[in-house]
């Protein structure tokens, strides 16, 4: 009924910047919250950044002042800006977000993910 489709990652060497992005497509009434989490290998997966439908942000303090959340209602998507990469930003990137399909509640829903790796 409804997906999220990612895009944007892949290959950077440590200091650079990537730019990802995640459309809901489908049966989509409303979108709520969207977000944008990670799972590096071994870890648990953790949250990154949110944005409101109103466009309040939160951000994980590992990321604070490199990356930024953003977000298009009109064309329900999300976007994730990440600038001066590092390392330890190497993950599969999942977006995330709260939809509400025709004549349904609220559901959370999950992107396929997408692999950021940064080179050292």
């Known amino acids: 009924q409804v997906q999220l489709v990612e895009s944007g990652g892949g290959l950077v060497q440590a200091g650079g910047s990537l730019r990802l992005s995640c459309a809901a497509s489908g049966s989509v009434f409303r979108v709520n919250a969207m977000g944008w989490y990670r799972q590096a290998p071994g870890k648990q997966r953790e949250l990154v950044a949110v944005i409101s439908s109103g466009g309040s942000t939160n951000y994980a303090d590992s990321v604070k002042g490199r990356f930024t959340i953003s977000r298009d209602n009109a064309n329900n998507t999300v976007y994730l800006q990440m600038t001066s990469l590092k390392p330890e930003d190497t993950a599969v990137y999942y977006c995330?977000?709260?939809?509400?399909?025709?004549?349904?509640?609220?559901?959370?829903?999950w992107g396929q993910g997408t692999q950021v790796t940064v080179s050292s």
């Open positions: 995330n977000a709260d939809v509400r399909v025709y004549s349904g509640p609220y559901r959370p829903y």
